[in-house]
């Protein structure tokens, strides 16, 4: 199988290893605007070769679209232009927007919506990783729009890799994505801001700055060129996210202001939850996991 990559940065390349690694692809072709990126791609050996994106895409018989979202959903629609049978699925932080795009195009069944739950605050293909893709969840979008050939191609793909695949309509991927990863985003562009704002020593910041503030603001490390198209394609739920947000914050600076101590301590207290929620999901998996691998030995 050849399989084009457009897109050569972590993701990208991440999943152009996989498929190396799973011996999923023969050839592997690269598609990439910027030059310093395809040529480090190839020298890494993330891609066999780099070629236009029509020409790429008419050599392969799977197309993974890892751009930002916003040129995607342009991409998108020329790639299915010059399509036959081949498959292609993306990798995107929302969905909607790509969705609507091509929502009327004749081809949008060989469209399988995809986004894995991956990355990490570095950029460019020497960000890209080996082994890193198995267990991570992909949540599969709208899947009944998808041709029946074209989804079952794309689950045997991500289950050769090791992901775990959750399926959801693109609606509800993009709400629920505001909450779980791009507020988290926006917090730690935020809170970086601040910092670098009111302490002007940087032996300072480096010197205190504990293993939580690091652990917090280590998004704020992400790249600007993902994650503007992101907010701005989902621009309706992050605010309403935000300013949920914003309200938070000013429960505790009224508890401060007031000196309200007990407040303070609800609110600290009610933040806990998040344990037991993350905590049941982590034993509900567990004993999901348990079960598949006894439905595979019983196989056997």
């Given amino acids: 199988m050849t399989t084009a990559v457009i897109g050569l940065g972590l993701i990208g390349g991440t999943f152009a290893l996989a498929l190396k690694d799973e011996k999923i692809s023969t050839s592997i072709i690269g598609v990439e605007n910027n030059e310093i990126h395809a040529s480090k791609a190839l020298q890494l050996g993330l891609v066999d070769e780099v070629l236009p994106l029509i020409e790429a895409v008419k050599k392969a018989d799977l197309i993974i679209l890892a751009t930002p979202v916003t040129i995607a959903s342009e991409q998108l629609t020329e790639i299915l232009n010059n399509i ?5 699925t993306d990798t995107g932080s929302t969905k909607l927007g790509l969705i609507e795009a091509i929502k009327n195009h004749p081809k949008r069944g060989r469209y399988v919506p995809s986004h894995p739950m991956w990355g990490t605050e570095f950029s460019g293909p020497e960000a890209a990783r080996h ?3 198995n267990g991570i969840v992909n949540i599969i979008c709208d899947k009944n729009d998808s041709d029946e050939d074209a989804l079952e191609f794309i689950e045997n793909i991500y289950n050769r890799i ?8 693109s609606v509800a991927h993009d709400t629920h994505l505001a909450y779980v990863s791009h507020i988290s985003h926006i917090s730690s562009f935020a809170l970086a801001n601040t910092v670098l704002g009111k302490e002007k020593e940087e ?3 480096f010197n205190l700055a504990s293993s939580g503030f690091e652990s917090t603001v280590r998004l704020a490390k992400s790249n600007a060129a993902t994650w503007v198209p992101v907010f701005k394609q989902n621009k309706e739920n992050v605010l309403d996210v935000l300013n949920e947000y914003i309200s938070q914050l000013r429960k505790f600076k009224s508890a401060l202001e007031k000196e309200n101590w007990e407040y303070l301590n609800e609110l600290i207290e009610n933040s806990n ?7 049941k999901n982590v034993k509900d998996e567990n004993i999901s996991l348990k079960q598949i691998s006894k439905q595979v030995v019983s196989k056997k």
């Fill in 84 to 88: 036959s049978t081949q498959i292609v």
């Fill in 131 to 133: 082994n890193v893709l």
């Fill in 162 to 169: 090791g992901m775990r695949l959750v399926y959801m309509n």
């Fill in 203 to 205: 032996d300072t910041i």
């Fill in 273 to 279: 939850e998040i344990k037991r929620v993350l905590d």
